[in-house]
């Protein structure tokens, strides 16, 4: 869709909006030239896509058409809570397929579990709509493969939900390591304690709760019965739906570790420590214990996860230390501090000191950044490609840890392990019929 599409169904679709769009009180400039309005539709509403649909609206010039969720008890409260906040009035679907068929759409936001991602977001760009889709980009490699193929073939903008790329606070730190202020980058070390990653307390099936479409939700995976544990929020600790902090948390921060020396390929070796440390049974396939190495040409990546843990090095409970020859950056989301080493024949130090420790935001930039990113037809800041390597830096120690393989290697061109039969049957989801992964 080049520029003058984008206006084109940007003017018909504003025409059938209404007045409630311009009086909502939030999410809209009064006077905003019709051109310029994005019409998003949301997809997946409980909990971050919900966010991301709220920082859309927040940009100003953004009309949400409609929201889809295969809960209604969810999709209600939600399409309400847009109603009071924004003065929008989206219309309703549980079925995607259906929604996709509004031509008024221009982008469509993807917040659901992340088994879903790859066929709603190929649906959506053979659809004609960008797509801002959630991190990790998709649950499997081979779809990964697949969105990054579409975003091409459709030509579509798509904008992966790592939204670290947008923040002050990693900018900085790669503008730090680019401009040479720590010398030569020699390691990235990285770690992710969250309580939350060891699941919940075991519970038993029960009945699908009223409302719901499980046979919707679950979709591509295979058939279980319902459990609490499987679904909202806690669906993340089971391989059918997601993979653990590993990809939850990996993709956010390997990312940025990839970022400050522009790596953009797949790794090639990756090796492997997980285990299951907790004291406790808990409702989760996922491991709690990670400890992964990545070495790259000039430089290795160290990943250390354990969950059920609040706290980690330099008091943070999650952070990256990029170490140089004269000083090592620390930083999270909120805080970015430089250590600078000290040089004994020329008593000084190797660096300037930094730090700012006040918290900034990330997702309404990365959010702007789409916006204008599916304006302009320009790449935004984290494209499939970005979104692929990072999700496979995730998802290759996790087949590592579950075939028990310590060591694997990874041929990216033919798409293939080479050392390991049983991981190369992990590489690809088999989806449940008659749901089918989209060749290309
Ligand atoms: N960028 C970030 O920092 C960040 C933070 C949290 C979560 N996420 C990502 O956001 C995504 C959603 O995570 P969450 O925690 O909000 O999950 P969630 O379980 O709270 O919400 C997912 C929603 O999707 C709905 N859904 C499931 N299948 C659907 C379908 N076929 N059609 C329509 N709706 C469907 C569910 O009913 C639910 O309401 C995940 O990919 C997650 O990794 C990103």
């Not at 390929?265 to 090796?271: F, G, I, K, Q």
């Amino acid at each position: 869709m080049n520029r003058r599409k984008f206006i084109s169904q940007a003017t018909v679709s504003t025409a059938g909006i209404g007045m409630a769009t311009v009086l909502s009180p939030k999410g809209w400039i009064a006077g905003t030239a019709p051109s310029d309005t994005l019409n998003v539709a949301l997809i997946g509403c409980n909990s971050m896509g919900f966010g991301d649909l709220q920082n859309h609206l927040d940009a100003g010039g953004v009309n949400c058409l409609s929201m889809c969720d295969v809960d209604e008890n969810v999709l209600n409260k939600r399409a309400a809570e847009i109603g009071t906040g924004y003065g929008q009035h989206p219309k309703l679907f549980k079925d995607f397929r259906k929604m996709l068929e509004m031509k008024e759409i221009d982008a469509v936001i993807i917040g659901t579990p992340d088994h879903w991602h790859c066929l709603i977001a190929v649906n959506s760009m053979g659809a004609g709509k960008d797509v801002y889709v959630e991190k990790p980009m998709a649950n499997s490699i081979g779809e990964c493969n697949v969105m990054v193929k579409a975003a091409k073939r459709f030509n579509r903008i798509v904008q992966v939900g790592q939204q670290q790329r947008s923040g002050f606070i990693f900018q900085k730190a790669m503008e730090l390591i680019k401009s040479g202020k720590i010398g030569n980058l020699r390691k990235v070390n990285i770690w992710a304690n969250f309580d939350y990653g060891v699941g919940e307390s075991i519970v038993p099936d029960e009945p699908v709760p009223a409302g719901v479409d499980y046979d919707m939700w679950l979709g591509p995976a295979p058939v279980r019965p319902f459990n609490r544990n499987r679904f909202h929020g806690s669906w993340r600790h089971f391989w059918d739906y997601g993979g653990g902090l590993m990809t939850d948390w990996g993709v956010h921060l390997l990312d940025i570790g990839l970022w400050a020396k522009d790596v953009v390929s797949a790794p090639d070796r990756v090796l492997t420590y997980a285990a299951n440390t907790f004291h406790e049974k808990r409702s989760r396939e996922t491991f709690d214990s990670m400890t992964v190495t990545y070495p790259k040409a000039d430089f290795v990546i160290n990943w250390d996860m354990t969950a059920g843990l609040q706290q980690g090095p330099y008091d943070m409970s999650y952070g990256i230390a990029f170490i140089g020859d004269n000083a090592t950056i620390v930083a999270n989301r909120s805080k970015i501090n430089v250590y600078p080493e000290w040089d004994e024949e020329q008593k000084k130090l190797r660096a300037e000191k930094y730090a700012f420790t006040e918290g900034t935001e990330s997702h309404k930039i990365h959010a702007r950044n789409f916006i204008e990113c599916v304006k302009s037809r320009q790449q935004p800041a984290c494209p499939p490609e970005i979104g692929r390597v990072a999700a496979l830096h995730a998802h290759i120690p996790n087949i590592a840890a579950r075939v028990g393989e310590p060591v694997l290697l990874w041929d990216d061109a033919n798409n293939r392990f080479t050392n390991s039969a049983a991981a190369n049957e992990l590489v690809t989801p088999i989806y449940r019929k008659p749901w089918e992964l989209p060749a290309f």
